[in-house]
């Protein structure tokens, strides 16, 4: 994605190859692997500190357990490593260590239920207030995070659907907790 902005061309490319693979132990249990490499390119002709190449590589098991048509429970672990190529001063890395535990209930469709708690650990030598900072954390702070998420999707009518988001998040180093909440009202026709 190329911009014109102001101060010059922005430039965004984002290349991954992805394998994906699972196995089926019973009806209800299966065991999924991903792994991914790729990278993320970012150049501006005005802001250097915006001008990087992440190489990245992810793997990763994810258990799934659905006893019933409405229920749902998956746990995973991610390990992500990550380099910021282009810079020569050092080796700028990120290690992103990710354990998650998603729940789902659905009722036909009438009402869904969903949950995601997320503890990820991240070991990062680079400065984490910059444009590839920002990036090489995925928008969390080195150290320990947690993130959790509760979604209510209801059919409210013929053609009508809420939404409620409840989002959180608990980084180390910020001395309070962030919270976002989202309520949206769709027509389906």
Same mark, same amino acid.
């Given at each position: 994605?190329?911009?014109?902005? *102001?101060?010059?061309?922005?430039?965004?490319?984002?290349?991954?190859?992805?394998?994906?693979?699972? +196995?089926? %132990?019973?009806?209800?249990?299966? !065991?999924?692997?991903?792994?991914?490499? #790729?990278?993320?390119?970012? #150049? =501006?002709? %005005?802001l250097e500190n915006r001008n990087y190449t992440i190489d990245q590589q992810t793997i990763g098991?994810?258990?799934?357990?659905?006893?019933?048509? %409405?229920?749902? *429970?998956?746990?995973? +672990?991610? %390990?992500?490593?990550?380099?910021? $190529?282009?810079?020569?001063?050092?080796?700028?890395?990120?290690?992103?260590?990710? $354990?998650? !535990?998603?729940?789902? +209930?659905?009722?036909? @469709?009438?009402?869904?239920? =969903?949950?995601?708690?997320?503890? @990820?650990? @991240?070991?990062?030598?680079?400065? =984490?207030?910059?444009?590839?900072?920002?990036?090489?954390?995925?928008?969390?702070?080195?150290?320990?995070? $947690?993130?959790?998420?509760?979604?209510? /999707?209801?059919?409210?009518?013929?053609? !009508?659907?809420?939404? !409620?988001? +409840?989002?959180?998040?608990?980084?180390?180093? /910020?001395?309070? /907790?962030v919270h976002v909440g989202r309520m949206q009202v769709s027509a389906l026709f």
């Open positions: 994605m190329k911009q014109l902005l *102001s101060g010059g061309f922005e430039d965004l490319i984002q290349k991954d190859w992805k394998l994906n693979t699972r +196995y089926n %132990f019973t009806p209800s249990a299966s !065991l999924r692997v991903q792994a991914s490499t #790729g990278n993320r390119q970012s #150049g =501006s002709d %005005f098991p994810e258990f799934a357990w659905q006893p019933s048509p %409405f229920f749902r *429970s998956t746990i995973s +672990y991610s %390990f992500t490593d990550k380099e910021n $190529v282009e810079n020569m001063e050092f080796e700028e890395k990120a290690a992103l260590h990710q $354990v998650a !535990l998603d729940l789902r +209930y659905a009722k036909a @469709i009438k009402t869904t239920l =969903s949950g995601n708690l997320k503890l @990820i650990q @991240i070991d990062y030598n680079g400065v =984490s207030n910059s444009p590839v900072g920002y990036e090489m954390l995925q928008a969390l702070t080195p150290g320990t995070n $947690v993130t959790w998420t509760l979604n209510w /999707l209801q059919k409210i009518g013929e053609g !009508l659907q809420l939404n !409620l988001v +409840y989002e959180g998040r608990n980084s180390q180093g /910020l001395d309070r /907790l």
